[in-house]
């Protein structure tokens, strides 16, 4: 079935790491995505990840994609203020993205 | 380049009652999506255009939602009769192509319908 599992929160002293970790379904997946989501507003890509590869970095993001266990993860580093938001996973299934619940990273002083 | 206008921003009906949602996509996007999401979830896509036509209504509750896309530029997403549960935020996003190409979507503010 189509399933995108995250924890829904999570905690992060301003300047240190983040990560955000995501379990999804479909092992025929071409591409899983990190979407990010302020109040108010709609959802940005941040980034995806073609699923042949196992890690993708953008400045300050690190995804990283273990397909055997069906693991995505994003790593944000210094995280800053301007980081607090939602963080979706979502993974295509037949030309569809199926979104997770979403993460809210709560950035602390 | 502008983005993918909604609106209105915000709606509250009261139930039985129904109501109309706008989307005007990015110019040149031939994929145009709708998509609900309620409080504390993701989004799940109601409903994917290709132009004008329809690529996927799946999920679309077609019992009380319609949405049109005559002229394969904007479109509207109407519900009648609402009901409490489908309180929401709606969102449309838009690609140049669909994602079978890797075009990314593009993400409207949204329209959050509160049904009393």
């Known amino acids: 079935g189509e399933d995108v599992e995250q924890s829904l929160f999570l905690s992060v002293r301003e300047g240190d790491s983040s990560v955000i970790n995501c379990t999804y379904t479909?092992?025929?997946?071409?591409?899983l995505y990190w979407y990010k989501q302020e109040p108010g507003a709609g959802l940005q890509l941040l980034t995806y990840?073609?699923?042949?590869?196992d890690m993708k970095q953008d400045q300050r993001l690190t995804v990283l994609l273990n397909k055997k266990d069906k693991h995505l993860s994003l790593r944000i580093a210094d995280t800053q203020t301007g980081d607090s938001a939602i963080y979706f996973c979502?993974?295509?299934?037949?030309?569809?993205?199926?979104f997770g619940k979403g993460t809210r990273l709560h950035i602390l002083p | 380049e502008a983005g993918v206008a909604q609106s209105p921003r915000y709606k509250i009906i009261e139930k039985r009652q129904s109501v109309a949602f706008w989307c005007n996509p990015i110019?040149?996007?031939?994929?145009l999506y709708w998509y609900q999401q309620i409080l504390g979830q993701g989004p799940k896509l109601l409903i994917q255009?290709?132009?004008?036509?329809?690529?996927?209504d799946s999920q679309l509750p077609k019992d009380r939602f319609s949405a049109e896309r005559l002229k394969g530029v904007d479109s509207t997403l109407k519900i009648q009769p609402a009901k409490l549960e489908d309180s929401a935020v709606y969102l449309c996003?838009?690609?140049?192509?669909?994602?079978?190409?890797?075009?990314?979507?593009?993400f409207g503010p949204g329209t959050r319908l509160t049904v009393l």
């Open positions: 996003a838009s690609s140049l192509e669909s994602l079978a190409n890797d075009n990314e979507q593009f």
């Open positions: 110019s040149g996007h031939a994929t």
């Open positions: 979502a993974e295509s299934m037949d030309d569809k993205i199926i």
């Open positions: 479909d092992s025929s997946s071409t591409y």
């Open positions: 255009f290709q132009n004008n036509g329809v690529v996927d």
């Open positions: 990840i073609f699923s042949n590869m």
